[in-house]
Structure formats: structure tokens, C-alpha cells
């Protein structure tokens, strides 16, 4: 093997987390640097696709994962009045290695955290440690963390900027790129106990490109209720106007939803009641940022959402992230010099996430709402008489080979 690095990753969110993990298993020195002074379990929902937890799994939390997730079932496409135009089988189901897991965000990202504190030591942790600049020479970097006017400078081997949308490094090599692209639509997003759904292990997706509703369960009870999370996904504008800098802990309104949402009842969920039951709601503006046409840059490589934010559809978010994980710690340990490792990482990694923004900009899934309501938009008897079914499960496969989705 070649000689270990030393490494410091900026961002201990699940990304970044996941890299630290990796690399420390195959033998480097690992320093974690988060902004926030005390990591907290924050968000909602997200789901974790079976190629993203299969890494997980070589980690050794396939246990630990399985205790706090929901194994996906299937994804239910449906129409906005909840009639079913695909399901999708997830998981062992579906005829994969590994399952799909709907998981809480913060419970993803704490037991990360736990896995970093353990493993590599919580003296290897800083909080309260936010990415300021850096500098570099042929040999080494230079990163100075924490306040402004009041940074620590470390030294080290390789730089990680696993530090999200707004990513310091990026803005550095990319200063004019501006706030992140808004597409028009406005996502609110909220946790209901309620009742469970279809399997009790199933996403549903319903609506349309101007409207979409978005359920699973994130957790389950012996009363046969289930935590839901839930995304309302409403086209407010075309985008052409800026949202503004985006805030994930922005209180989102019940009465914004019910205009378009109110009478979505369907046989197996009702849409209002599950809004209205909220414990909290958020609103959030759908953003991206365009494909870069490089994500390293000497010795320092760029991960995560600081390399590829993308629109929120096939929950590729969190996936993308941990894969990226995977390959820069294969290229750190496969190459006796930075340059060349996160050159094979930039080359392993980067045309595959360009494409998953670009078809996420073309609805990714959602195409097959689109369709649907387009030709159907009152709703339909058959299935058939609106569309070859053949055609959507095309269209479903597609997306997913092109995601990196693997069966056995």
C-alpha cells in the first residue's frame, strides 16, 4: 500500500463523516473540522440507496444502520389523486445486495459521528471550526479554521472540503459563480405520526412537475402508527427571481399547503390530515448548482455537496455523498501523490454526479409524473389506456442504471 496521508476534512455532515471512516480504515491520520459548535440531529428524512449502503456495511454499521432505518419496500409512483402508475420493489425485494433505508437525516449523521469518536478518536474532532482559507505548496497545505480573525492554522497532506453548498473551497476556485440556482419550485417539508401506509415500508411519490407530494416511513410503532416524513413540493415561480439564501430551520405555513394539497385523499393516505398533524414544517427553496468542470485542485478535492448539490429527486443526496467517500479513499490509497489520487477521484466521480444534476433538471423520476398527468390529468380507469407500462418502467430503469443503481 502507499503511504498513508495526513488529512483534514472541512464539513462533519454525512459526507464528510463517511470519508473520515473510510480513509481512517485504510490506514490514514484523519482530522475532522466542523463548523457548528455542537453537532446536533437535525433535518428530516432522507433515504440511503443499497450502493450507498453497501459502503456503509464494508464500515461495519450495517447493524447499527438497521436498528434506526425503515428497509424500503418500494417506490410508488402515483398520480396527484393517488392511483398507482409504478411501484418499484427497493431492497431485497428489488433483487439487491443491500437494502434501501428511509432514515432520519440526524440519526444517520449521529451515528457516523459515533462511529468518528470511536474509531479515530474525538480528539480528532473539532467543532466550533469553520474552514476560513487556505494555502498550498507542492508539499503540503496550510488551512486555517475556526472565526474569522481568530482561525487556527493546521498543516497536512490532503484537504477535503466536504463543507456543503456554500463551500469554501469551491468559492475560492469558482468566485463567481453566485448563489445556487433556484428552479422555481418551493419544497416544505415535515415528520407526522399517523397511521402506516401500503406495506408499511413504502414511499409513495404522487403529483406532478408542478405539484408533489413525497411519504414514507422513518420509523415504525407497535400501535401500527408510523413517523412519516413528507416533502410538499409546490412551482411558485420560474426561478428567474433568487429565493435568497436558503435556510433549512425556516418555519414553513399549513395554509401555504392547503390551496393546492387540501383534497388530496387517497385510499391509503390522506395528503391534509398528514400536513396538518405536523409536529414542525420547513420551507426550503429547490437548488442546485451546474456541474463543475473539476473538482480537484492540487491537494485539496472537493466532496459532497460541495462538489455536486443537486435537486432532491431519487434521493441521491446523501448516496452520492458517501459514494464519493468510497472513491476518494480508494484513489488516496491506490497513488503514492495527492495530485494523481484526487485526479483519479475527479475522473471516477465527477461525470457521474454531472449527469444526475442533468437529468435531475429534466425531472429525473418525475419525468414519469409528468407524463402521466399530462395525458391523464383527471385521473384514468387503466393504466394502459394512458400509457404503455412498459415504456415507464424504461424510463424508471434508465434513470436508475444512469444513478449507479446495481442489482445482484
Not at 415535515?190 to 422513518?218: E, N
Not at 477521484?345 to 435531475?360: C, G, H, L, Q, V
Request: proline fraction near 6%.
Amino acid at each position: 500500500m502507499p503511504k498513508p496521508f495526513d488529512i483534514a476534512i472541512a464539513g462533519a455532515g454525512i459526507g464528510g463523516l463517511t470519508a473520515a471512516l473510510t480513509l481512517h480504515a485504510r490506514g490514514h491520520r484523519v482530522r475532522v473540522f466542523e463548523a457548528v459548535k455542537a453537532i446536533e440531529p437535525l433535518g428530516v428524512g432522507i433515504n440511503v440507496l443499497p450502493h450507498a449502503v453497501a459502503v456503509l456495511s464494508e464500515l461495519g454499521l450495517a447493524d447499527a444502520l438497521d436498528a434506526v432505518s425503515i428497509r424500503t419496500k418500494e417506490v410508488v409512483f402515483a398520480n396527484r389523486f393517488g392511483q398507482t402508475i409504478y411501484a418499484d420493489p427497493r431492497g431485497a425485494e428489488g433483487g439487491y445486495s443491500h437494502p434501501q433505508y428511509s432514515i432520519h437525516r440526524g440519526a444517520l449523521q449521529m451515528l457516523l459521528l459515533d462511529a468518528v469518536r470511536a474509531r479515530i478518536g474525538a480528539e480528532n474532532l473539532f467543532t466550533g471550526a469553520r474552514l476560513q482559507s487556505f494555502d498550498q505548496s507542492e508539499t503540503a497545505i496550510r488551512a486555517y479554521f475556526g472565526e474569522p480573525n481568530r482561525s487556527t492554522s493546521i498543516d497536512c497532506d490532503v484537504l477535503i472540503a466536504a463543507d456543503g453548498i456554500h463551500s469554501v473551497v469551491r468559492r475560492k476556485h469558482h468566485p463567481g459563480e453566485g448563489l445556487p440556482k433556484w428552479n422555481g419550485v418551493m419544497m416544505w417539508r415535515g415528520t407526522t405520526r399517523a397511521p402506516a401506509f401500503l406495506s408499511g415500508r413504502s414511499m409513495v411519490q404522487a403529483g406532478h412537475r408542478d405539484a408533489k407530494f413525497v411519504c414514507y416511513p422513518i420509523a415504525q410503532f407497535d400501535d401500527g402508527t408510523a413517523l412519516l416524513n413528507w416533502i410538499a413540493d409546490i412551482r411558485v415561480g420560474d426561478g428567474s427571481v433568487p429565493p435568497g439564501r436558503e435556510d433549512w430551520n425556516k418555519p414553513g405555513r399549513v395554509e401555504d399547503l392547503m390551496p393546492i394539497f387540501g383534497d388530496w385523499r387517497f385510499d391509503y393516505l390522506d395528503v391534509p390530515q398528514v400536513i396538518r398533524a405536523a409536529s414542525a414544517i420547513f420551507e426550503f427553496p429547490m437548488v442546485d448548482r451546474d456541474p463543475l468542470p473539476c473538482w480537484s485542485f492540487g491537494r485539496v478535492g472537493l466532496l459532497g455537496d460541495a462538489a455536486h448539490p443537486m435537486y432532491p429527486i431519487g434521493s441521491n443526496g446523501a448516496t452520492q455523498a458517501i459514494l464519493d467517500a468510497r472513491a476518494i479513499a480508494d484513489a488516496l490509497s491506490q497513488h503514492d501523490e495527492v495530485e494523481p489520487a484526487l485526479l483519479a477521484y475527479d475522473a471516477a466521480r465527477r461525470p457521474a454526479t454531472s449527469a444526475i444534476i442533468e437529468m435531475n433538471r429534466r425531472e429525473g423520476l418525475d419525468a414519469v409524473l409528468d407524463l402521466v398527468h399530462t395525458r391523464a390529468p383527471g385521473g384514468f380507469n387503466r393504466l394502459e389506456d394512458v400509457v404503455d407500462p412498459a415504456e415507464i418502467a424504461r424510463m424508471i430503469q434508465a434513470y436508475k442504471s444512469a444513478a449507479g443503481h446495481r442489482t445482484q
